[in-house]
């Protein structure tokens, strides 16, 4: 690509290896976008009429849906990065009149995307929502995903003789549904080397260690190349779970849930105080036990982040590859918006001689209340 970064593309059914010097040499751009729950990636191709992509790879399948798997690596400073593992979902040509403009395009998701595919009915008895998760997850150790799922704060399982657990849809939706039901996050994480991927079920914890400062309107020191900030007074909601006291079971009790998270306490020292209040009454019928969950998954996850940042910067300048899920801090922008960040999403833009990324952060709270990050 150019000095110092290299990029690495491996792809092929079931197990991926490095493409062919064919589909190297048509490769136009390369995009991957690693979000909160889910990551996808795109790569465009030049073909021609007698292209090898066109007349051998397409035709036999190299790139069809479901069955072809794709690693993308960045080797930044002789540092790989592993950008995205997963499986091509769709493809798509767009011949031209004009002489090399014709092109494939093709898209994908992560492994995650395997999971959401065949729908199952499984029971679930005597089974926690960690036993649950775990037994999901153990097919795809074949894909080299590797399960992390931290166990429930509150322990609920159904006794045989009131019912069971079950699952209905497909693996996705019933990892998803147990995630928001403890108060916790799942995705699949790729890397940390090609060919690994991290299924992750547990608190939305970032990573502490704060990546290298993006700096802004600071003359030879702004690595950035643009860089701007949001603040939304309605962002931020109380919730006010409604449950029956476990004498009569006619008292409806208020219990207002404390607008915090536990694992991601604010990162400005004036946070913004939350303008809704939201009832639910969907507990109302449920025993202590599952409202107790409730509340305690409701401060695990806590609630959107007031202040939204949007950028954009060269990765060459930076330095580094950013990445979603960690911390990052950011200087130059004053003292009200100056400090750490979550990173909530990266999107990488590969061409030939060029690497870029756009980025949006997010925190609760103006003014820092670290005095320095690290640069």
Same mark, same amino acid.
């Given at each position: 690509?150019?000095?110092?970064?290299?990029?690495?593309?491996?792809?092929?059914?079931? !197990?991926?290896?490095?493409?062919?010097?064919?589909?190297?040499?048509?490769?136009?751009?390369?995009?991957?976008?690693?979000?909160?729950?889910?990551?996808?990636?795109?790569?465009?191709?030049?073909?021609?009429?007698?292209?090898?992509?066109?007349?051998?790879?397409?035709?036999?399948?190299?790139?069809?849906? =479901?069955?072809?798997?794709?690693?993308?690596? !960045?080797?930044?400073?002789?540092?790989?990065?592993?950008?995205?593992?997963?499986?091509?979902?769709?493809?798509?040509?767009?011949?031209?009149?004009?002489?090399?403009?014709?092109?494939?395009?093709?898209?994908?998701?992560?492994?995650?995307?395997?999971?959401?595919v065949v729908e199952l009915k499984v029971p679930f008895p005597q089974m926690s929502d960690t036993m649950q998760a775990y037994a999901m997850l153990a097919p795809y150790a074949a894909f080299g995903v590797v399960p992390i799922?931290?166990?429930?704060?509150?322990?609920?399982?159904? !006794?045989?003789?009131?019912?069971?657990?079950?699952?209905?849809?497909?693996?996705?939706?019933?990892?998803?549904?147990?995630?928001?039901?403890?108060?916790?996050?799942?995705?699949?994480?790729?890397?940390?080397?090609?060919?690994?991927?991290?299924?992750?079920?547990?608190?939305?914890?970032?990573?502490?260690?704060?990546?290298?400062?993006?700096?802004?309107?600071?003359?030879?020191?702004?690595?950035?190349?643009?860089?701007?900030?949001?603040?939304?007074?309605?962002?931020?909601?109380?919730?006010?779970?409604?449950?029956?006291?476990?004498?009569?079971?006619?008292?409806? =009790?208020?219990?207002?849930?404390?607008?915090?998270?536990?694992?991601?306490?604010?990162?400005?020292?004036?946070?913004?105080?939350?303008?809704?209040?939201?009832?639910?009454?969907?507990?109302?019928?449920?025993? !202590?036990?599952?409202a107790l969950k409730t509340v305690v998954g409701r401060l695990l996850k806590g609630s959107a982040n007031a202040i939204t940042a949007s950028g954009s910067l060269d990765v060459l300048r930076y330095?580094?590859?950013?990445?979603?899920?960690?911390?990052?801090?950011?200087?130059?922008?004053?003292?009200?918006?100056?400090?750490?960040?979550?990173?909530?999403?990266?999107?990488?833009?590969?061409?030939?001689?060029?690497?870029?990324?756009?980025?949006?952060?997010?925190?609760?709270?103006? =003014?820092?209340?670290?005095?320095?990050?690290?640069?």
């Amino acid at each position: 690509m150019l000095k110092g970064v290299h990029l690495s593309l491996l792809i092929g059914p079931g !197990v991926p290896v490095p493409a062919p010097k064919a589909v190297i040499e048509a490769v136009q751009s390369v995009q991957v976008t690693s979000g909160r729950d889910k990551s996808g990636f795109q790569i465009t191709l030049a073909v021609s009429k007698k292209s090898l992509l066109l007349d051998t790879l397409l035709p036999a399948g190299f790139f069809d849906p =479901i069955t072809t798997r794709v690693i993308i690596v !960045v080797t930044l400073g002789g540092f790989p990065h592993v950008l995205m593992d997963g499986v091509v979902t769709q493809q798509e040509l767009s011949p031209s009149n004009e002489p090399g403009q014709s092109t494939l395009t093709i898209t994908g998701e992560d492994l995650s995307v395997l999971m959401d595919v065949v729908e199952l009915k499984v029971p679930f008895p005597q089974m926690s929502d960690t036993m649950q998760a775990y037994a999901m997850l153990a097919p795809y150790a074949a894909f080299g995903v590797v399960p992390i799922v931290i166990p429930s704060f509150i322990l609920d399982i159904r !006794v045989i003789t009131e019912g069971y657990d079950s699952q209905t849809g497909t693996h996705l939706e019933r990892l998803k549904y147990l995630a928001d039901a403890n108060g916790f996050v799942f995705y699949v994480e790729p890397g940390p080397l090609p060919g690994q991927s991290i299924a992750y079920m547990g608190p939305n914890i970032r990573v502490p260690v704060p990546q290298p400062a993006l700096s802004v309107n600071m003359d030879a020191h702004t690595n950035v190349e643009s860089l701007s900030f949001s603040l939304d007074g309605l962002a931020k909601e109380t919730m006010v779970v409604t449950v029956l006291d476990p004498i009569t079971k006619k008292i409806p =009790i208020p219990l207002p849930i404390p607008n915090i998270s536990i694992f991601q306490p604010p990162l400005g020292a004036r946070p913004t105080p939350p303008a809704k209040i939201k009832f639910t009454n969907d507990k109302a019928g449920v025993g !202590v036990q599952r409202a107790l969950k409730t509340v305690v998954g409701r401060l695990l996850k806590g609630s959107a982040n007031a202040i939204t940042a949007s950028g954009s910067l060269d990765v060459l300048r930076y330095g580094h590859v950013l990445r979603s899920k960690a911390l990052v801090g950011v200087r130059g922008a004053g003292i009200a918006y100056d400090g750490l960040y979550y990173v909530d999403s990266v999107t990488h833009n590969l061409k030939r001689g060029e690497f870029k990324q756009s980025f949006q952060l997010s925190r609760d709270g103006l =003014i820092s209340i670290t005095p320095k990050v690290p640069v």
